[in-house]
């Protein structure tokens, strides 16, 4: 059977994971087109500030995410450590209200003096009740399992996870006997950290932000995130149109299914619009007003951008040194590395000291001050910023539209637009994370090959009970 002509919208983690799982399935005859605006990397995106790249947001990679994981080792990329890591403070906007220490007995008398035994629970909760569940994914897709909406996916996964949608992170600890300051501090911390949203998110995507609170392996790639969708696009050989996608039209189900149309970012040449036809069309961008807008034509039923706000992150990198008495401390060496918030009002989300994607510099010296990355939901006034730091040599503010703005009761979007029309980013309204996009993108390969090859059995078809079945006829 000839393989299809696919178009990829879009050139993040997710449309570079699916151009290259498509490639591995179908082999080199596949013809795979990548549209892209701006650049290669999506949410991994860096950016240059003081002469050196720096990760742009709180992109970070588990050491469970085995998607990320595998890419990296595949690509011979090295993990540089230390992500999120170092000295913890939690401030209330007045007091730095917990902190840990250099030293690990102290912070574990801290910690049990003010969360109880709370902080080591939640480690243990997310890890036990939560991620491995999770884990049953990678064996579920390895097995060519597909699922036509997001719902699904999670339900295969556990039947509890869609139900952890529909509740908040707040009332899910608190149920499970979490106490009321762990949350409104640490948990509260960590929200605002990774998606700068606060208490009353949904459990899900809470739980998410909680795994990597709470783990000490988190990385970054050395060199930069990014080098994993790009490695992923020039392993797939898929070519990559520098062009934003202004329209896609059902044709009809005879020849090529659709027509893509784009305009190429050059100023004034190739104006366009340019046309190409292909069986197959994968969007991999969130269909979110502000963020894209792609008109869809001729389709039997119409089709929209999702009604969910996306949230706007501000990332202000400054070159300084903190304003220590602003957080209650005489000495810049007792100044945490990671500042978490839990105060929902405040006008920053967190504070994290950061070293250049190459890894720390040789000549960073003593007298040198570091660099900081202020996350915040709107950009910061000269008067925030310097309440918080002294003696600035460098800034550099980047603001974008990060991830959607979580509401309990958010409808989960389907996998599935219409024939042969996938969407990736859907999955992002359960959680948005890199490893949650390579995961989108193995569901939207299998779903093609699934479709493609007429294989209607792997298509929304996963039980454990089936499955185990069929191991045990195997293993006799
Ligand atoms: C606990 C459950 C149900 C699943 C965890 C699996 C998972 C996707 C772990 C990733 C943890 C992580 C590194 C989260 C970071 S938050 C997203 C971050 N802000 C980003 O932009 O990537």
Request: hydrophobic fraction near 40%.
């Amino acid at each position: 059977e000839n393989p299809p002509r696919i178009a990829i919208i879009g050139a993040g983690i997710g449309g570079t994971s699916a151009a290259y799982f498509l490639r591995e399935h179908f082999g080199p005859d596949v013809k795979i087109d990548v549209f892209e605006k701006r650049s290669v990397g999506g949410r991994a995106a860096t950016i240059l500030f003081n002469d050196e790249q720096y990760e742009a947001g709180a992109s970070i990679i588990h050491p469970r995410n085995m998607y990320m994981v595998n890419f990296t080792k595949l690509f011979g990329l090295e993990p540089l450590g230390g992500a999120e890591s170092g000295k913890l403070g939690i401030f209330d906007g007045k007091d730095m209200v917990f902190s840990t220490s250099d030293w690990g007995v102290v912070t574990m008398a801290k910690m049990v003096w003010r969360y109880g035994w709370d902080v080591f629970s939640i480690r243990s909760y997310i890890n036990d009740h939560l991620f491995t569940e999770f884990l049953k994914i990678y064996d579920i897709q390895s097995l060519g399992y597909s699922f036509t909406t997001v719902a699904d996916l999670l339900l295969a996964m556990n039947e509890t996870f869609v139900e952890l949608t529909k509740k908040s992170i707040d009332d899910v600890l608190k149920d499970a006997g979490f106490s009321e300051r762990f949350i409104n501090e640490f948990v509260m911390g960590a929200l605002r950290m990774n998606y700068g949203q606060k208490l009353g998110l949904p459990a899900f995507v809470g739980s998410v932000s909680l795994a990597a609170a709470g783990e000490s392996g988190l990385w970054s790639v050395k060199g930069g995130n990014k080098l994993v969708p790009q490695k992923l696009l020039e392993s797939s050989k898929a070519t990559l149109i520098e062009a934003t996608v202004t329209k896609v039209t059902f044709q009809d189900d005879v020849g090529p299914m659709y027509e893509v149309e784009y305009a190429k970012n050059s100023d004034g040449k190739d104006a366009g619009p340019n046309r190409r036809e292909y069986d197959v069309v994968i969007i991999a961008t969130p269909l979110h007003d502000k963020v894209t807008d792609i008109k869809f034509e001729e389709f039997p039923k119409p089709i929209h951008n999702f009604p969910q706000p996306f949230h706007t992150t501000v990332a202000t990198f400054v070159e300084a040194k903190p304003n220590i008495s602003y957080f209650g401390y005489s000495e810049v060496c007792h100044f945490p590395d990671v500042v978490f918030t839990c105060d929902k009002d405040l006008y920053f989300n967190s504070i994290g000291k950061h070293h250049p994607v190459e890894g720390t510099s040789e000549t960073e010296s003593e007298n040198k001050n570091s660099i900081y990355k202020i996350f915040s939901n709107a950009v910061p006034t000269v008067q925030q910023i310097d309440n918080l730091f002294a003696d600035k040599n460098d800034l550099r503010i980047v603001e974008w539209l990060a991830y959607p703005q979580y509401n309990i009761g958010d409808e989960l979007p389907p996998f599935v637009l219409h024939d042969q029309l996938y969407y990736i980013n859907g999955i992002e309204l359960a959680a948005s994370a890199l490893e949650m996009s390579a995961i989108g993108a193995k569901n939207i390969a299998n779903l093609i090959v699934n479709h493609w090859t007429g294989n209607m059995d792997k298509i929304d078809e996963f039980s454990w009970r089936d499955e185990s079945l069929k191991t045990d006829k195997t293993e006799l």
